[in-house]
């Protein structure tokens, strides 16, 4: 296979995830004519299944800014135990900050590279976001802003992974 061609797929794999796994839920939604009320009591006939379909859902959350954070941790919260719900909200939190930073981590970042060398006034700010990572994802975490954007772009920059999951979890716990 030609190294264009694998380079070429490798940077749009995360993509093609994101699309097929859109299509697939749009496509089930559409053939088992889910309704409001039929998941409501899908979900409610068994916690193992309604705590499977939450953390699917933050997985298309981390994909996707189209599904609210707070809707989910509302509605973990009405269906289980503080105790349940608290588990499931953080494992699904975690599930949302570690995939959308991987999508950006595994993302080509040579172009930002090449351009930071040309721009040394905004290398300078990248330089101290690096050194200060733990401070700039908290902060921009506890902003609101989406989870989604953020993880890309800390997993772009190449931001170690404990400091982005352990600053951005704190920032945002359920």
Sequence with gaps: MNTNVKRIIKNYLPVLI???????????????????ESVYGYIISNKARA?????????LK?????IYYSFLVAVTGFIFDLPQALLINSAGTMICLTISYIMGYNTKSEGLVLKLDKHPKIKRYFDKCETNSFLVSYILHALGLSTEVLGIMFGFMRMPYLKYAVSSFIAVAP
């Design 18 to 36: 994101i699309l097929v796994c859109m299509i697939a839920a749009v496509a089930a939604a559409i053939i088992n004519h889910w309704t409001f």
């Design 51 to 59: 705590a499977a379909i939450i953390l699917f859902l933050y997985v």
């Design 62 to 66: 981390s994909v996707t800014v189209i």
